[in-house]
């Protein structure tokens, strides 16, 4: 048998090693190469620097393009799309084409001729009504940079206008005076960005100065050094050539508006210039163009259009899919094969109020609003840091004690109940026990002493400062006032028979004392103060009678609390005339609480009239503490909540040293060894405290009446029970009449209406499942009548009776469903978008885009749009139409003032089909794509009209980040068949002739007379742009600049 040759492999070992080496390097490659076919190539970061840090981005436009491509090629891995869509972003938004790439910017590469008059000024663009003080704020403007609100000039790179809320985007040429290397800087409030190019070309520009990121920084004026970033590199230029340049400026509410550039040789000890006009020409002369025309606009990498990429994360629920935004692009079952699935029935509900009367503008009050299923996260979540008015609570209470009372502290057990008591008492849970019974209400009365003296009291007389009597025990004592009985005994009382468990502080809510009874003669006002004393501890005082339910305790005014022991709180007494000071215990003074200015002012009042009538008025001993005595009077709650500083007062606390003594005996043996006297002890704090909570359904407590009140809340929601019970017997009816064809995919939109009296109105929207098809969309609306409910009067015309009711089915009487007639909407109806317009060039281009846009995504060619123009003269909105892509639209023209309601009769009068719908429409609302289905679905010619309802976006807004509110308020977008237009009267052109405001309550009032149901949904992604009303509808100015309504 042959050896294994170990001496020639210990001879040859490294040729061993170095051929095992080269194999597997030869595998591995090889697996790299196979991998690399399939698209899942091997992994290997080579972006890396020492320690692992990443290398930093290149800013060069060829190093960028590079670093996409290498990346692109190392990523298309398992999921394509991943490569071409960011992490939660939406692929349409990001790309519109839909490519793989980001968009093209249309940057100016070329600028216009240039002529010699130019020199001495630049172009000046200004944006008014924007918040904010970033220029990355003034980017997220709609209109920014092509539609500004003002084009005008100006002489010298140095603006203040004086003004809030604006933005401004200065552009031209610069013109050196010499050749050489130049530096540039720019100061501002708040932020701004100096963009300079190498030549006359805008798409070469680049940032070489700015003033802050973020809108909180800022300079003086002239402050050219503040910051590192305001001072540019050191720049060659040549004084016969001219260099683009471009300033962005934003400016918020606050501080002293100013933006500056100043300029300076590259020589040591040389201070900035602000570049006048002897330096600086204009990019191209806008005086003659019309403010729709913006081919000249130059677009930089400063200011362009397109390329923006959204947020990653949306700020808003409303702004994540939904299945509903892009649910009118599934084809719809035909309505003819579900006419016989459900059996027909009269529709009219109640709460409808066809010829009732109404007062002007109350139909308001009449309008109903719909529950929604599943939930649209139309409720604002991100504002309600501002607006707490979707929780009931009052916004004092929350802000004062939060929602602790939806929580219940867990207890170790055998532990004392103080946790129960206290929760109790700030929340006023009260038990059969803690009420007051008839003989406890005199035992209540009893021990109250009252603060002013009266020879009307029953039986009781003033007190007097003349001898004082010490209590029993063998604490330092203080004067106490005499009486002619032995102090009365301490009855114990059902008001409180809980208190003197408290063991921690809580805010005092503090109301009225009882009245008395009714007596022979009323005794004279009086206001009373109740000392919460201590329970007792060891070692006791001198035990008094007590009656079986236990130690007493005086009740707060008018409401039944339970405080722990508070620290050593002495109420003041009334003002006093000067007296002789009593013995004082040792010790610091114990801290005081005055008692508000009312209260001493009502004191005082009545102590004067007390001595013109002759009677004694209140002595200094009448506010004495006493275990057996309390006092009772009116407090703030902040005197009572908040804490006194030690050692403050002093002359105050010097004069109810007297009352202190009796307090601070007992306070001394009861804390003998403990902290010092005159400080605050810290509450501990338990930061192993749990607690026990339900599942809390606040849509349980929101009701189907138009909210007028809440504007952050969202649409009800419909319960998840309720609806699948709805969808379950409609398609058990549905497949019963066609065998089993259609298959439930999902519920994508479920709308209830209710009606108590005979039913509920549904709009059920499913994804059903077509046996040997695709996927088909159900929209219909049924009817749950309630068994015996009966369904009115009819329309009275005759054409629908309703017919003899069905029995039930359903043994147990159950609601069951129908077909309610005459309630079906069309979904090939046309739509007519009615707006009027006058002077706002602007608002019309983006309104016409977004026309345009809503007509690309959806393919949807039956709709129109009607612009009624009031001799518009900053644009052509003739021509603006004819260029818009749109399927349809009208122009009309009027002269005279803007009327807005003459202006939507005029558009409505000019639709020629009583059976389309007309939509009167503002001009600066953002549409979501599904809002002609919308439309179309609410309306029901002679049964339904809609009023969505519009977010209105607030100031520095926009949709990709809305904040605002619902304009629960307003009906002025409404949508409703022409014929029953025509039949409510139209618009009242006769009284809102000179103004409006109002004119959509007065239409509405008419609509719900006329018989009609009103629709009140609010809208997904449905905004009201934020624009001011100064400038609107041609209004001049005091100085002539040319103005363009906002």
């Given amino acids: 048998m042959p050896r294994f040759p170990v001496k020639k492999v210990r001879k040859q070992i490294k040729l061993l090693l170095l051929l095992l080496l080269l194999t597997c390097a030869a595998w591995l490659t090889y697996v790299h190469l196979s991998l690399g076919r399939q698209g899942r190539a091997l992994r290997q970061r080579l972006g890396y620097g020492r320690d692992g840090e990443k290398l930093s981005g290149v800013t060069e436009g060829r190093g960028v393009r590079a670093t996409l491509s290498t990346q692109r090629a190392e990523d298309s891995s398992e999921s394509r799309e991943e490569a071409q869509v960011p992490d939660g972003r939406d692929p349409n938004t990001l790309f519109p084409a839909g490519a793989g790439k980001p968009p093209t910017l249309n940057l100016t590469h070329q600028a216009p001729p240039w002529w010699d008059e130019y020199k001495g000024q630049v172009n000046l663009h200004v944006f008014e009504d924007w918040c904010g003080g970033a220029v990355g704020h003034l980017r997220r403007n709609l209109h920014f940079p092509l539609f500004p609100h003002t084009r ?130 204009l990019y191209t002369d806008e005086s003659s163009l019309k403010m729709d025309y913006v081919a000249h606009v130059p677009q930089s990498p400063a200011s362009h259009v397109g390329g923006r990429l959204p947020q990653e994360e949306p700020r808003a629920d409303m702004l994540r899919p939904d299945p509903r935004d892009t649910f009118f692009l599934t084809p719809r079952v035909e309505p003819s094969s579900l006419e016989n699935v459900l059996e027909p029935c009269a529709y009219a509900p109640t709460y409808v109020v066809k010829d009732f009367p109404i007062a002007r503008y109350q139909g308001l009050q009449f309008v109903y609003l719909s529950f929604v299923y599943p ?491 009607i612009l009624v123009d009031f001799e518009s003269e900053d644009m052509d909105v003739e021509r603006a139409l004819r260029a818009a892509r749109l399927p349809r639209y009208q122009y009309l023209r009027r002269t005279g003032n803007f009327e807005r309601s003459a202006g939507l009769q005029a558009g409505v009068d000019a639709v020629e089909d009583a059976s389309s719908i007309v939509f009167l429409c503002d001009l600066h609302i953002h549409f979501p794509p599904n809002i002609l289905d919308g439309i179309r679905k609410h309306c029901v010619e002679g049964k339904l009209a809609f009023a969505p309802v519009v977010m209105r976006l607030g100031c520095g807004s926009s949709p990709g980040d809305p904040h605002g509110y619902w304009e629960v308020n307003g009906f002025g977008l409404f949508g409703i068949y022409k014929s029953d237009f025509d039949r409510v009267g139209g618009m009242n052109t006769e009284e809102f002739r000179d103004q409006w405001g109002g004119e959509d309550w007065e239409l509405l009032d008419r609509v719900l007379q006329a018989g009609l149901e009103v629709e009140r949904l609010r809208l997904r992604n449905f905004y009201h742009h934020y624009h001011s009303k100064r400038g609107m509808w041609a209004t001049r100015s005091r100085k002539g600049a040319r103005t363009e309504g906002p």
């Fill in 152 to 281: 005008t000039t100006v002489k010298k790179l140095a603006v203040s206008p004086k003004w809030k809320n604006y933005g401004l985007r200065i552009f031209g040429f610069i013109h050196p005076a010499r050749d050489g290397d130049v530096q540039f800087s720019v100061a501002s409030d708040d932020n701004s960005e100096f963009w300079l190019s190498p030549n006359e070309s805008p798409a070469s520009a680049q940032l070489v100065a700015f003033v802050g990121k973020t809108g909180s920084e800022w300079t003086a004026p002239g402050e050219f050094t503040k910051f590192s970033s305001q001072v540019s590199k050191p720049k060659r230029l040549m004084a016969s050539r001219r260099y683009y340049f471009e300033l962005l400026h934003k400016q918020d509410d606050r501080g002293s508006d100013h933006v500056e550039v100043g300029w300076r040789a590259f020589l040591p000890g040389l201070k900035f210039e602000v570049i006048g006009s002897a330096h600086i020409s």
């Fill in 375 to 865: 939930n649209d996260h139309t409720r604002l979540t991100h504002m309600e840091t501002e607006n707490k008015c979707f929780y009931r609570e009052s916004p004092l209470y929350l802000e004062r004690f939060g929602f602790y009372k939806y929580m219940k502290m867990d207890r170790e057990e055998g532990e004392e109940d103080e946790e129960e008591d206290r929760q109790r008492r700030a929340f006023l849970f009260l038990s059969p026990d803690d009420l007051l019974d008839d003989e406890d209400e005199g035992e209540l009365l009893d021990s109250l002493e009252p603060t002013e003296a009266s020879l009307l009291q029953r039986g009781r007389r003033s007190p007097s400062p003349a001898a004082p009597t010490a209590p029993p025990g063998p604490k330092p004592t203080a004067p106490a006032p005499p009486s002619t009985r032995d102090p009365p005994t301490p009855r114990r009382s059902r008001a409180l028979s809980w208190a003197a468990r408290a063991a921690r502080p809580l805010p005092l809510f503090l109301g009225r004392a009882l009245r008395p009874r009714a007596a022979a003669e009323q005794p004279p006002p009086k206001v009373y103060v109740t000392r919460v004393r201590p329970r007792l501890r060891a070692p006791p005082r001198a035990p008094a009678p007590l009656s079986p339910r236990g130690p007493p305790w005086p009740p707060f005014p008018g409401v039944f609390l339970r405080p722990r022991p508070l620290p050593r709180v002495q109420l003041r007494a009334p003002p006093r005339p000067p007296r002789s000071r009593g013995r004082r215990t040792g010790g610091s003074p114990a801290t005081e609480l005055r008692p508000p200015a009312r209260a001493q002012a009502t004191q005082g009042s009545r102590e004067g009239q007390l001595r013109m009538l002759g009677l004694p008025g209140p002595t200094a001993d009448s506010n004495l503490s006493s275990e057996a005595q309390p006092v009772t009077s009116f407090l703030s709650l902040s005197q009572v909540s908040r804490p006194q500083v030690p050692g403050q007062d002093e002359e105050e606390g010097e004069e109810g040293e007297a009352d202190e003594d009796g307090a601070q005996g007992e306070e001394d043996s009861e804390e003998a060894g403990g902290a010092p006297r005159g400080r605050w002890r810290e509450d501990a704090i338990d930061w192993q405290r749990t607690f026990s909570v339900g599942a809390m359904d606040f849509e349980l407590l929101r009701s189907d009446w138009n909210d007028l009140r809440c504007n952050v809340s969202g649409n009800l929601q419909l319960p998840e029970a309720e609806a699948v019970d709805v969808v379950a017997q409609y398609m058990e009816r549905l497949n019963a009449r066609h065998g089993g064809r259609y298959a439930l995919l999902r519920i994508v939109n479920v709308e209830k209406r209710r009606d108590s009296a005979r039913g509920s109105r549904f709009l059920l929207e499913l994804e059903l499942q077509e046996r040997g098809g695709g996927r088909r969309r159900l929209s219909e609306y049924v009817f749950l009548r309630l068994p015996g409910a009966r369904a009115g009067d009819t329309d009275g015309d005759g054409a629908s009776p309703e017919p003899a009711p069905a029995a039930s089915a359903r043994p147990d009487g159950r609601p069951e469903l129908c077909r309610p007639l005459r309630l079906a909407w069309r979904q090939d109806v046309m739509v007519h978008f009615v707006v009027p317009v006058k002077n706002q060039a602007r608002w019309v281009a983006q309104f016409l885009a977004d026309m345009a846009a809503l007509h690309a995504r959806t393919g949807d060619s039956h709709f129109s749009v």
